[in-house]
């Protein structure tokens, strides 16, 4: 796999890009966040299989990068930095990012992220897999209309932009609208993990997801098990 290395800290990035390089994986060390975006927007859908973005660029805030590159690819983004703080972690996450990782880390934590970011991402293969199950089709929830295929979610004919993350979640509820998910199957369903802490991620895209949809009651939280979506007297669901 290739990755971007987006990191002002030459003697960080070159070792963390022997580090990769010894677990198999093609790193391009970009310095500055000008030149990150200049090295993925030409082909934002193949050249790289996953970003790993430091915040402290020399040029542009880490996050003004990820929200541009956001804008352009899906492709799976890890901030990686020194900011532990909430506000920046919540930050990040709405800003699109897939995963946030907190400066100092375990090499294999964050290989092991690499790995689960790089598994979530949309490919042919992937879109081929879904096409039979209850999750492709279209399905509508009163004002809410989510198409899979397109990966596509739209209020009262509204079109909503949602991260990957937040589609994913949806879409998920949406298979069984009115049956609860337990967060357990959530987290390891939409992140394809079990680690700890990923609950707080989880809140932070129910809520941008309610704040996004504009109806803060189609989400139900319930209380020490999971969430499931408010079901209209009579789902509808087409081919």
């Known amino acids: 796999m290739k990755l971007l290395l987006v990191e002002d800290d030459d003697h960080v990035g070159a070792a ?3 580090v990769l390089a010894r677990h198999g994986f093609e790193t391009v060390h970009a310095r500055s966040g000008e030149e990150a975006l ?13 970003v790993l973005l430091d915040l402290g660029l020399p040029d542009l805030d880490g996050f003004q990068v990820c929200d541009r590159i956001r804008k ?3 492709t799976p983004l890890i901030i990686v930095t020194a900011r532990g703080d909430v506000r920046s972690r919540i ?9 946030y990782v907190v400066k ?6 964050l290989l092991a992220r690499i790995h689960a970011v790089s598994r979530r991402a949309p490919g042919p293969r992937a879109e081929a897999d879904t096409e039979d199950r209850p999750a492709a089709r279209t399905v509508v929830l009163g004002p809410v209309l989510l198409e899979p295929a397109p990966r596509r979610v739209t209020v009262d004919g509204a079109p909503v932009q949602l991260t990957r993350k937040e589609f994913d979640l949806l879409a998920l509820l949406g298979r069984r609208p ?6 357990e199957q959530i987290i390891s369903e939409v992140w394809q993990t079990s680690w700890e802490g ?5 809140e932070v895209h129910v809520a941008s997801l309610r704040q996004k949809l504009g109806l803060p009651d189609l989400i139900e939280t319930v ?5 499931r979506l408010a079901a209209p007297a009579a789902p509808q669901q087409s081919a």
């Open 223 to 227: 209380r020490g098990v999971g969430y």
């Open 91 to 99: 930050h990040g996450l709405h800003l699109g990012a897939d995963d």
């Open 38 to 50: 200049r090295a993925l927007l030409p082909a934002p859908t193949s050249a790289f299989g996953v």
């Open 178 to 183: 009115g049956v609860v998910f337990r967060r």
């Open 198 to 202: 990923t609950g707080r991620t989880l």
């Open 72 to 74: 352009v690819t899906d």
């Open 104 to 109: 100092p880390y375990d090499i294999g934590e």
């Open 16 to 18: 963390l890009c022997a």
